[in-house]
């Protein structure tokens, strides 16, 4: 099979002669030009052999005023406006652009932050505890974040064969922001939805980004493909794939394998492939440490392309 033809029959639980390997790094891309972006991408590529792409988003939404912290309710609304020029987008789509005609039949995954941690991103942490507060400026706000999202998505069509939608809020350690099952399904889930169903035509991987999860408040979004640190967190990866909502995304121990010898790589990478039958798309849970050795992630991808 092609790079294409297995990540997208491994997206829909087909059987695929080895599963899809493919690992990302925050590369501290965020003030850099697309070329520049587009080639730490495109060198990451060739030297490991991907089967895919994760293209990161590091740039950052504007805000009005340059707004860069919310001190009041009225301060939320500096987010998602549609007034501002969205750079941060066009920068991103010139970024997939380059990708694709450099790598021609790579399978190319887009990074999309749910808007209730694009508002986190962009104007800081003291957003949630506004949002909690002011439940109808918070739809007001997550609606016009989640708007913008759509229309980047409109812009990206044929650049991007997936999105990689990270999730926030349904886990009880600090990544879920304290938020409520009432305040999960009130202003997060439903802005969420409207995100991945835009998306609809692509390969939708939702990451839900943090430990000790509450499964149960995503399980009816409309997406393809699970990624979530199941290493550290509920539900195992036998569970997502007999449940058959979901295809899972994971293999290896995003945390542990920093200090790993590569046969420990190899060891949690084969024992994942066993536990969901092969039906898996091989990643790390989350991001990878920008430090992991070169070794580690040689052997994630010849883990990923043994013989069971």
């Not at 046969?263 to 039958?277: C, D, I, M, P, Y």
Request: hydrophobic share 40%; proline share 6%; charged share 25%.
């Amino acid at each position: 099979m092609n790079k294409m033809e297995r990540f997208l029959k491994a997206s829909r639980g087909e059987k695929v002669d080895t599963p899809p390997v493919g690992s990302w790094i925050h590369f501290g891309s965020a003030l850099w030009q697309p070329r520049l972006v587009a080639d730490v991408h495109l060198q990451f590529l060739k030297d490991y052999d991907w089967d895919y792409i994760k293209v990161m988003d590091d740039y950052r939404f504007p805000t009005v005023g340059n707004i860069g912290e919310a001190k009041t309710a009225e301060d939320l609304k500096v987010v998602g406006s549609p007034d501002l020029k969205y750079d941060n987008f066009d920068r991103q789509v010139e970024v997939l652009r380059l990708i694709r005609d450099d790598a021609p039949g790579v399978p190319i995954v887009d990074t999309v932050f749910s808007p209730f941690q694009t508002v986190i991103r962009t104007i800081g942490d003291s957003a949630v505890e506004l949002l909690r507060a002011n439940p109808e400026v918070a739809k007001e706000v997550l609606n016009n974040v989640a708007q913008r999202l759509i229309e980047f998505l409109k812009s990206t069509e044929g650049l991007s064969d997936g999105i990689h939608f990270s999730v926030n809020g349904a886990s009880a350690d600090w990544h879920g922001w304290g938020v409520t099952e009432a305040e999960f399904n009130e202003w997060i889930a439903p802005y969420d939805k409207a995100v991945l169903e835009a998306a609809e035509g692509r390969v939708r991987i939702m990451h839900v980004h943090g430990y000790d999860l509450t499964e149960q408040w995503v399980d009816d979004y409309p997406v393809e493909v699970m990624s979530w640190s199941h290493n550290q967190s509920h539900p195992t990866l036998a569970e997502v794939a007999q449940g058959g909502k979901f295809v899972p995304m994971g293999g290896l121990d995003e945390v542990g394998c920093l200090y790993w010898a590569p046969s420990k790589v190899r060891e949690n990478v084969l024992a994942s492939r066993r536990e969901t039958g092969d039906k898996i798309i091989v990643a790390p849970g989350c991001t990878v440490h920008s430090d992991t050795p070169p070794a580690v992630l040689r052997e994630l991808v010849t883990a990923a392309r043994l013989p069971l």
